[in-house]
């Protein structure tokens, strides 16, 4: 996004409207992982308590979720620089 | 000394338009990453969970998978554009 097209006043609205929306975002994300690691490793319903293999499961599902996320970010990050802007200097 | 090309630093105006394109430009990218983690995820990362971290194969599989998505992405927008050309201007 090139903010040199908006005058101060807009920035400052659309930095605000930015916060707003990754928060949003935050918490979408949150309750999607929430469910997919529910259904990718919770499977034991012989009780009502998360067993230890569950708990583990979840664990790893999290982590490697959010690792992913952060990577898919970074290469997404590169990838938009280099087709967005075809005619400034480098 | 001013840096800004207007002289005084009076009350800017923000004009509504800006505002919606930005943030209809946000939206488009937010959705963008979005589709992207979810896709690639799928893809990539086998939902045993093994281990915490991504494997050297996984991180391959995502730097590559974004690569991929970002290509078919401009692809078909392409295409659109040439079906588009077909259409009578709205």
């Keep these: 996004m090139d903010f040199q097209r908006y005058n ?3 920035q400052a609205q659309i930095a605000q409207m930015i916060e707003h929306k990754q928060m949003k975002d935050f918490l979408r994300l949150y309750s999607n992982l929430v469910q997919r690691c529910f259904n990718d490793c919770v499977n034991d319903f012989t009780t009502k308590s998360v067993t230890s293999k569950e708990e583990a499961c979840v664990n790893k599902c999290a982590d490697k979720f959010l690792k992913h996320s952060e990577r898919v970010g970074a290469r997404f990050g590169e990838l938009s620089q280099q087709m967005t802007p075809p005619g400034s200097p480098q | ?22 943030e209809q430009e946000l939206d488009m990218v937010t959705d963008l990453f979005n589709r992207i983690v979810d896709s690639c995820y799928t893809k990539c990362i086998s939902t045993e969970y093994q281990q915490n971290d991504l494997s050297q194969g996984e991180s391959v599989c995502i730097d590559r ?12 927008g392409e295409k659109m554009q040439q079906m588009g050309g077909g259409q009578p201007p709205q």
Excluded: L
């Design chain 2, 65 to 76: 998978c974004v690569a991929k998505f970002f290509d078919v992405n401009a692809k078909v």
């Design chain 2, 1 to 22: 000394m001013s840096m800004f090309g207007g002289g005084f630093q009076a009350q800017q105006s923000v004009n509504p338009q800006n505002i919606a394109m930005a």
């Design chain 1, 8 to 10: 101060q006043a807009e």
